[in-house]
């Protein structure tokens, strides 16, 4: 059975354009109802325009589907509650969030002045908590959510000129593996997806040899699964470009242990750095805690 969104209710931050008219329109076609949300500014954030919105809800109204516009920023808390608004006022649910919106103000850490590092979070990171904040109560109400967060490799590997934008994609990134746990019971599965596709926002970043190839529409059949009921994961990173996806993990190696009990010198650490450091029994990072328990069970410090 292909998969499908009828009767559900979605909303698309920064869905006027790239990415997310993309998953947007993807989305519509497969029968979800769609809030397209976008003030219509430039990549870094000013100025705004009704018509980036409406254009692609014309596109999906066209193409036999059903949506509405929401001009608000995500930055703005009112606004973003606002937004959230808009679905219950029009459909009387809301079943699946993307957030996507995003603005660059790249320079290098030493130039960067500390307003275009404030406003790049204010969108990145407050507008996804503003927006998930606002329909938090909605889903757990429904027994039922699906989030998406918009995290960068500019965060995970880093991208020189982008401390704003790798710091405010790497916190959306802690934010879902929090609430991956307080929706569980709930059935509100959060995932990110982390792409890499030509847009206004990257265009000039990527090597022109692929960029042919980096195809908006190739991201957005990951960040649909992530939007469906046949979505089975939470707390995920999927990365995908030119139609190439992986899962994304952050790994913790099996490191050394020093008696607690006695000291622990800096020479001791710098001794056992090549252990430390040695990644031949890494694996994925869960609880650690677990780990340390069970290496001081075996030495006897606890039960």
Not at 63 to 86: L, R
Not at 275 to 286: H, L, R, V, W, Y
Request: aromatic share 6%; net charge neutral; hydrophobic share 45%.
């Amino acid at each position: 059975m292909p998969i499908r969104y009828d009767n559900r209710v979605a909303i698309v931050t920064g869905a006027g354009a790239g990415l997310g008219r993309s998953h947007a329109l993807l989305l519509a076609s497969r029968g979800a109802k769609v809030v397209v949300n976008d003030p219509g500014g430039s990549v870094d954030g000013t100025g705004g325009a009704n018509a980036v919105a409406d254009t692609v809800v014309a596109e999906i109204r066209a193409a036999g589907g059903e949506a509405v516009a929401s001009y608000g920023s995500v930055s703005d808390e009112k606004a973003a509650d606002a937004i959230i608004q808009t679905a219950m006022d029009t459909w009387g649910r809301l079943d699946i969030l993307v957030n996507n919106a995003g603005i660059l103000r790249d320079k290098s850490f030493n130039k960067m002045e500390n307003e275009d590092f404030r406003v790049v979070v204010d969108v990145h990171l407050m507008g996804t908590v503003y927006c998930t904040k606002a329909a938090w109560p909605i889903m757990r109400a429904a027994k039922y959510g699906r989030i998406v967060v918009t995290t960068s490799g500019s965060g995970t590997v880093g991208n020189f000129g982008q401390a704003n934008y790798g710091a405010a994609k790497m916190a959306v990134n802690g934010f879902i593996n929090v609430l991956r746990h307080e929706g569980q019971s709930y059935n509100i599965k959060l995932n990110a997806i982390s792409p890499s596709a030509r847009t206004r926002m990257t265009e000039d970043l990527i090597n022109p040899e692929v960029l042919e190839y980096m195809k908006p529409e190739l991201v957005s059949p990951a960040v649909a699964w992530m939007c469906s009921e046949q979505c089975d994961v939470s707390g995920e990173i999927i990365a995908a470009n030119a139609g190439a996806y992986s899962v994304v993990k952050y790994f913790q190696t099996e490191g050394a242990q020093f008696d607690p009990v006695n000291e622990v010198t800096v020479d001791m650490f710098a001794e056992a750095w090549p252990q430390i450091s040695d990644f031949t029994d890494a694996a994925p990072m869960g609880r650690s805690r677990g780990r340390l328990e069970a290496r001081l069970r075996a030495m006897g410090r606890i039960k």
